[in-house]
């Protein structure tokens, strides 16, 4: 009797231990992957409305960087070398309504701030 409660116990481990494990298989459209090309391409030729905020060398830019993330941390930044000078630039504004807006916010702590048009695309 003890045997036979012995090996129901050992079998009960035994397909504890197995039935974790699972194998996940998930099939995608190939149509999903040109899509998202499509969707990152349009997002990167789109036109928008940036800031920029100033601009010197390497150091300085990046302590400018620094002090826009702390005052605006809800804008992106980055910097942009342009030569012979770095650029700070900040936020992504598609119309120049909404670019204005925080233009007035961004230049009343710092000064020197200018509001850049988009490029007209070469296409």
């Known amino acids: 009797m003890k045997t036979l409660i012995y090996t129901v116990i050992l079998i009960c481990f035994c397909a504890i231990g197995y039935s974790q494990n699972a194998d996940i298989h998930i099939e995608q459209d190939e149509k999903i992957d040109k899509l998202l090309g499509i969707y990152k391409s349009a997002l990167s030729s789109s036109e ?13 830019a990046r302590t400018i960087k620094s002090n826009v ?11 942009d ?12 504004f598609k119309t120049k309504l909404e670019a204005e807006r925080k233009f007035n916010e961004v230049r009343a702590k710092y000064p020197d701030a200018m509001l850049l048009k988009p490029k007209k695309s070469t296409k």
């Open 69 to 79: 993330e702390i005052d605006f941390p809800e804008l992106p930044s980055r910097i």
């Open 81 to 92: 070398f342009d030569s012979p000078t770095y650029r700070v630039r900040v936020g992504r």
């Open 48 to 60: 928008y409305y940036r800031i920029q905020v100033g601009f010197g060398n390497s150091d300085k």
